[in-house]
């Protein structure tokens, strides 16, 4: 597999083969990855963080966390191709807004959650 | 941006300079990438399948899908870069397994779930 | 089982019995309590809107659905029994926030999300 | 608020007085739980696990806490009174089914999970 491009058109043609694009609709392709998302939890949910940090020394964890993690992205990347959005991108972007938004100085060794982005406050959201 | 290899060594970058390595442990970046999964959601929660299907014609809600989008990629590259793992090896693997275990024929515009490999089974494990 | 109260002690003991105390931490159960969120959008998500809406009358269907809700249910018990929140006046004090912030009238057939509340504007939080 | 079922019936009525049932699905409102239970998430994805312990003593973030558990809270009665589930029912059923499957003195103090029930096996489901 050489890009997320490659991964998207082998995700689009083994829909197609199996004439599963009638469920593959963003709605459902939203629940598909956050039902992922929360099996890529239960791997960890019991596990101190020293235990969750050493996970992969386990071949047995470190397989069944490979194979959650593949799903996430697999759902992800099936997500962003039906819905026409370009991953890396809108990560750029992304990662480039909170550069701006949690300067080094100010937040260094902090948790807090940066003020909403201007553009944000109008609605009210989140 | 030109690969997922850039993305995982400039968000490596970030969260040095920030000192926030001390945060992003496995369990705590695989509950930030089930919250972003679920900010996601809440894009499509409300939406007939039809107005999801057409999400991306509205530009603001665009925006919003698509930062909720990178935020699931952000933190799925971190936690696959602090995990060493292979996004698109893993999914890869996924998706042979996955070619193996729902052939076309069985499973043509079907939703049935395949039977749990055998060699999860020992363990009844999902 | 009469009330929460009840299910919530019943937990408790059955906890103790296990000594699992130990790993009902709120951040543990935070995730647990994910985790069964995702696995009930599993039971839904390659469903049309119809088909779910009818899911009760398929036995087989229901029973996991049941297992699901009850699974969350349990977690979400647990977790406010840890934490010390009454569930039954949380949800009664949201409640009178949602009925002051979705006033009747204007938000009738509205997906509108409402302007975040006054007193979390000062930290643009969510 | 009395009980569970008070609550059920002052969700329904919201629901009807801003003819919000329309989108109230059993899809659309398991969405929603989920995206709320990832908003929970979101209050400990960074603390330790001392941290976390020890969050109703803020009372800032204690009010975050307790306003998020009550929207899942929320989600979850309404979810199952569409659905007609009974929560403290299904909630007992599998308490009862967890004391079979996890008997006391072979899982004391461990993590490990039971094997799936047999009348899950047929299928090969979770």
Redesign the interface.
Known sequence: ????RE?AE??RN?AV????E??H????L????????????????????EE??G??ADPQAAR????E??????Y??R??DV???D?????????EE??RR?D?AT?????R????LAEK?P????
């Open positions: 597999m050489h890009d997320i991964l082998r995700l083994f083969a199996r004439d599963w009638q469920f609709t963003p709605k459902n939203a629940m598909a990855l956050a039902g992922e998302a929360g099996e890529l939890l239960a791997e960890f949910q019991w596990l101190t963080p969750a940090a996970i992969m069944q966390v490979r194979s993690i593949a799903d996430v992205f697999i992800l990347t997500l962003a819905l026409g959005v991953l890396l991108g809108s990560a750029a972007d992304k990662l909170n550069e949690y080094a937040y260094r060794g902090s948790r959650k940066a003020p909403a406050n609605l009210g959201e989140r």
